[in-house]
C-alpha cells in the first residue's frame, strides 16, 4: 500500500503492518534511527541514491546535456507532498527540502497525477529517485541528472525488533533488491 513515511511507521507500531518502507533525506538519519529505536523497531537499508529530474520530452530542459539549479528557476515544480522528519518542525524540513529557486510548485501526493502533470505540462520537472525506462517511456518523460545536487536520500525496510521474517518476507526483500539493482546504480 503507497503512503507517507508518517503512516507507515504509526501502522507498523499498530501492528496493521508487519513490514515497510520509508524515504528520507540521508541529513536525517539520526532522528529517523532514534525514532524507531524508541518505537521498537529496526531499519535495514535497501538503497540510497541521489534523486534525479524527470520531465517531460517536450520541456526545453530534456534537451540540455547539463542542467543546472538555475535552470529550473523558471519551471514549475511538481512536488510530493511527503516531508516528516520526527522531531523536526514542517516549516524547517520545508525550507530545507524546498528551497527558493523555484517560482513555482504544485504539491500532489498520488504518483499517477505526478506523472499525468509532468507529461501533459513541458514546463514543469520533479526530483524523484531513478525510474524504470518503461515508466518514462510510458508516461513520455525524460531523466536527468542536476549538476550540484549533493543530497542522497535512503529508503529503508522497517518491521519491528525481534520480527522473524516469513518466506513470503524474504522472497519480497529479494525482488526488492533485485529491483533495486536495475534502477539504482
Request: proline share 3%; aromatic share 12%; charged share 30%.
Amino acid at each position: 500500500k503507497e503512503t507517507n513515511s508518517k503512516k507507515t511507521i504509526k501502522k507498523l507500531v499498530e501492528n496493521e503492518y508487519k513490514l515497510g518502507i520509508i524515504r528520507y533525506c540521508d541529513s536525517y538519519d539520526k532522528h529517523y534511527k532514534s525514532m524507531l529505536d524508541e518505537k521498537g523497531l529496526v531499519g535495514e537499508l535497501v538503497a540510497e541514491f541521489s534523486y534525479v529530474l524527470i520531465m517531460s520530452r517536450d520541456n526545453p530542459l530534456a534537451q540540455k546535456e547539463t542542467i543546472t539549479y538555475n535552470d529550473l528557476s523558471s519551471y514549475i515544480e511538481i512536488a510530493h507532498a511527503d516531508h516528516y522528519v520526527p522531531t523536526l518542525s514542517m516549516s524547517k524540513v520545508f525550507r530545507e527540502e524546498y528551497p527558493d529557486n523555484v517560482g513555482q510548485r504544485i504539491f500532489v501526493f498520488e504518483r499517477a497525477s505526478q506523472f499525468d502533470l509532468l507529461s501533459e505540462n513541458p514546463k514543469t520537472f520533479m526530483w524523484v529517485s531513478p525510474a524504470s525506462q518503461q515508466v518514462l517511456d510510458r508516461y513520455n518523460l525524460v531523466q536527468r541528472i542536476c549538476e550540484g545536487n549533493k543530497k542522497t536520500y535512503k529508503d529503508v525496510l522497517i518491521y519491528h525488533k525481534g520480527y522473524r521474517l516469513t518466506k513470503l518476507d524474504k522472497d519480497f526483500i529479494t525482488a526488492l533488491c533485485t529491483a533495486r539493482r536495475m534502477f539504482i546504480k
